[in-house]
């Protein structure tokens, strides 16, 4: 496994000086100790910026607000998952790196540490530049994808990129909102509940559009008005809130249809006890009482 390098920032005289963690390091490489040379470079040029130009936490909070009024950002910032028999809301990975820009001096990202025996080992961080405060999270990436049939290798380049990438994001999402201040993600969470629940689109072209958006990912009219407890056509602009957190968790992977919609448990349950008769007849006995 590739050794992750960390950065020491230290302010001294009016200028940082920044070594490796764990002592000096000289590489033998001559491009090598260019790349370095070159990191650290950049990496003091941003701790510099930050302390002479520091934010206005004011003017900060705003423009934060200001975007969440756009009504394309606000679809896509909210997801919603179950826990513990409710529904909880937050800010979505699209919100968080918007508030991230409008917050200014932070770094933030995700990158691939290794990539060796068909596991890829990233880390997803986010640095307050002006604070010094920084959130990591190192994760694991097996080269697979879930499939009906079952776990897929995979092996082209692109596909373990974007899956990566995918899985990078949850973790980015969170370093983000541990590094900006609590009130400021529910202020802005508000304000998108907000710009949606005040859209001018009609609230029948809304539910059109939720209706064919749900359509691909399986779930059908009869599913969202089983949850709901009503026709969608008395569906208010709160439950179209909701609805949209609910698709955005689905289509990002972070739940399952089944989480939501009590007709995909039962169908998965009818599935595996069919599958479980199926195995039964072609043992000619119980699967329960097969000793291996």
Not at 137 to 164: C, M, N
Not at 234 to 263: C, H, N, W, Y
């Amino acid at each position: 496994m590739n050794e992750i390098k960390t950065y020491s920032p230290e302010y001294t005289n009016g200028e940082f000086q920044l070594g490796f963690a764990g002592g000096k390091q000289t590489p033998e490489n001559p491009l090598q100790a260019t790349g370095e040379a070159r990191a650290v470079a950049e990496v003091q040029a941003q701790y510099v910026i930050a302390k002479r130009f520091p934010r206005n936490q004011h003017e900060a909070y705003m423009q934060i607000l200001e975007s969440c009024k756009r009504p394309y950002l606000a679809e896509q910032a909210m997801y919603a998952y179950p826990r513990g028999g409710q529904l909880v809301e937050g800010a979505s990975i699209r919100l968080a790196e918007s508030m991230a820009q409008s917050w200014g001096n932070l770094d933030c990202g995700v990158r691939e540490v290794s990539q060796a025996n068909g596991v890829s080992i990233a880390e997803a961080y986010a640095i307050d530049l002006q604070t010094n405060t920084r959130v990591t999270k190192v994760f694991h990436v097996p080269h697979t994808r879930d499939t009906k049939k079952g776990k897929q290798k995979l092996t082209d380049a692109r596909d373990i990129y974007e899956l990566v990438a995918n899985q990078g994001a949850r973790r980015l999402r969170a370093c983000i909102l541990a590094i900006i201040p609590g009130d400021v993600v529910e202020a802005a969470v508000a304000q998108c509940r907000k710009t949606m629940e005040t859209s001018e689109i009609p609230i029948s072209e809304q539910i059109k559009r939720l209706v064919v958006a749900f359509d691909e990912i399986g779930v059908k009219v009869e599913h969202l008005e089983s949850r709901l407890g009503h026709n969608l056509d008395a569906t208010v602009p709160q439950e179209i809130v909701t609805l949209r957190g609910i698709f955005k968790s689905i289509k990002d992977g972070m739940s399952k249809r089944e989480d939501f919609f009590d007709a995909f448990k039962k169908s998965e349950k009818a599935s595996n006890e069919q599958a479980k008769e199926d195995l039964e007849k072609l043992l000619g006995t119980n699967v329960e009482k097969t000793k291996l």
